[in-house]
């Protein structure tokens, strides 16, 4: 019996977003035919049995979508209406890009999306890409020079940490990064602009709400559909940016 030997990442919060690629789904077939190494963890057969049949996984493909994640914001923007013709939108952890595809789609020729990931990202027409850790000085300063001085409408952030798969270590960096996603949208975010983050429910998730409720006039918590029941993942979106006055 022919085995392979592969471990997929599942602290990859990207891959486990993406499309099947067709190394996922030769490992998948081989799955499927018993033909796998014992070593294989369940980890990642639940992943692949995931991603294989779930229907956003196959739409996406079908779409043309780079991750299941696009619909996710499709419908956090049919709820919401947030995005709309001519704004510039700035996409936080925006690999392998399905969300700056949509984006990039509802804002049309006259607006702008900037796209900054870790990793890096298949060029899409019409989306400006940045590759680094946008707590990066240096990345913090390629993103400001490609805002320029277009007013920004919408920062979004569908960045996770790399999960460990404990509850206890995941959760706070995950609100540790919404803090800091924030941190560095307020810098460029225009008064009455968007924010949209994804966060992990459980500790400091009140106390962040409570804090980004005097910065915004609506804060609205969202838990789309496409979002895994099973995740503890949900979205913060801020509508109306007060702005500063100092
Ligand atoms: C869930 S994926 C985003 C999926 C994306 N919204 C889509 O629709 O395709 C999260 C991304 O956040 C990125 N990320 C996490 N921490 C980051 C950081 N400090 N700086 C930049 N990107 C980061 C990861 O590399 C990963 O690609």
């Not at 979508?65 to 209406?81: G, M």
């Amino acid at each position: 019996m022919k085995r392979i030997f592969v471990s997929l990442d599942e602290s990859r919060c990207c891959a486990r977003n993406r499309a099947p690629t067709a190394e996922s789904r030769i490992i998948w077939e081989y799955l499927e035919k018993g033909n796998i190494s014992p070593h294989f963890d369940k980890m990642s057969k639940r992943w692949l049995k995931e991603h294989f049949t779930d229907q956003y996984v196959k739409r996406a493909q079908e779409s043309g979508y780079p991750s299941r994640a696009a619909y996710k914001l499709l419908e956090l923007q049919e709820k919401d209406h947030f995005l709309k013709l001519g704004m510039t939108v700035v996409d936080l952890g925006a690999a392998p890009g399905g969300w700056s595809m949509v984006a990039r789609d509802c804002v049309g020729k006259q607006g702008h999306v900037i796209a900054l990931d870790l990793l890096p990202m298949d060029p899409l027409p019409g989306v400006t890409f940045i590759q680094g850790d946008f707590q990066d000085e240096e990345v913090l300063n390629a993103l400001l020079t490609e805002i320029g001085d277009r007013p920004v409408d919408l920062v979004m952030s569908d960045m996770a940490p790399n999960i460990s798969g404990q509850k206890s270590v995941d959760q706070p960096r995950s609100v540790q990064l919404v803090e800091l996603a924030w941190d560095c949208a307020r810098r460029v975010l225009q008064p009455g602009g968007t924010f949209l983050a994804k966060i992990f429910q459980g500790e400091g998730v009140d106390d962040l709400v409570k804090a980004l409720k005097n910065d915004f006039q609506t804060v609205k918590l969202r838990k789309p559909k496409a979002s895994r029941s099973r995740s503890a993942e949900f979205y913060i979106l801020g509508i109306g940016f007060l702005g500063y006055t100092t």
